[in-house]
């Protein structure tokens, strides 16, 4: 089992010196990954029933939310061995070349260790303050645009064809550092994600599942990988779930890791049971909102010493 971390959501004045000390401190710690979200704005009304039905909260106000590719390129050089994920991208936000050489520029700078996790979204409002493509046709534009970056990624003479975009008739370089690309991980829940996982992804990477519903997703997407033709011994599973320590017993099968640190670590065992590769940890548990970083970095050791290390 891996564990990573995620840098912070949706928080006000979070600032450049707490951001770089939670990069390293993840990274000193012995975290397999760091992970930055993606948003460009906030509108001042979105209906959150797609996303956050079974989660609550709202965004806080004077919220911030750093450009992800932007961030991890900084990242990179004020780190040296942590892997650093984008989770996920929101792929029809940006045009596909402009998105694949950023991505490539985070591979390169840092020695190879991007991680592109990648997503259709969900916020319609965002979708239209950003006039992107039509917010219904979010997953086929994500499909094309995912296969353009692989294009531009592996192929001296880049060219593809698509509904919604295609490339030919220029060069791309620099490729990425990693071969054939950077490990392309696809976020979302539904059979939507999952079947894209199969037909163009290296992993899969939901958010706020039980480990019962883990176990049966996956047995699902490997079915899905066997019918597209592909291993499913290949296919990485993550899983980015909320944690909070407390000293209160909690109930079993939850969408979350929290109680004391053997129950905890009981969650982790059944996430592993059900063939989850990789655990993402969020901030605490049922907020959506600012976290002190001296709370979530001493959370982050104390998940290191009492959970993660009795594996």
Not at 94 to 106: E, F, G, Q, Y
Request: aromatic share 10%; glycine share 10%; no cysteine.
């Amino acid at each position: 089992m891996r564990f990573g971390v995620v840098l912070g959501l949706y928080e006000p004045q979070l600032g450049l010196p707490a951001m770089i000390r939670r990069a390293q401190t993840a990274e000193q710690l012995g975290y397999d990954s760091l992970w930055a979200g993606d948003h460009i704005v906030i509108p001042n009304v979105v209906d959150q029933t797609p996303h956050y039905r079974d989660v609550g909260g709202t965004y806080p106000e004077g919220s911030e939310y750093l450009e992800p590719i932007t961030l991890l390129s900084f990242l990179a050089g004020q780190t040296r061995s942590i892997k650093l994920g984008v989770g996920v991208l929101v792929v029809p936000y940006r045009n596909p070349i402009l998105a694949a050489k950023m991505l490539a520029t985070v591979d390169v700078v840092s020695g190879g260790r991007l991680l592109a996790g990648v997503g259709a979204g969900w916020m319609r409002e965002e979708f239209e303050v950003l006039r992107t493509p039509p917010y219904s046709e979010r997953g086929r534009v994500t499909d094309d645009y995912i296969a353009v970056y692989k294009a531009l990624w592996t192929q001296d003479d880049p060219s593809f064809e698509g509904k919604h975009y295609s490339v030919s008739d220029f060069a791309f370089w620099p490729k990425p550092l990693q071969k054939p690309h950077p490990p392309i991980w696809v976020g979302g829940n539904g059979i939507a994600a999952m079947r894209r996982t199969a037909a163009l992804g290296d992993g899969w990477m939901p958010v706020y599942l039980s480990p019962a519903d883990m176990a049966t997703k996956i047995k699902e997407l490997r079915a899905l990988y066997e019918k597209a033709g592909r291993d499913p011994a290949t296919v990485t599973t993550a899983i980015g779930t909320r944690f909070r320590f407390t000293e209160s017993a909690a109930g079993s099968d939850r969408h979350m890791i929290t109680g004391t640190p053997r129950q905890m670590l009981d969650d982790v065992r059944r996430y592993q049971e059900a063939g989850v590769d990789e655990i993402h940890l969020l901030h605490r548990a049922g907020t959506i909102g600012e976290v002190p970083t001296e709370e979530l970095v001493t959370n982050w050791r104390r998940f290191a010493d009492e959970v993660r290390s009795r594996l």
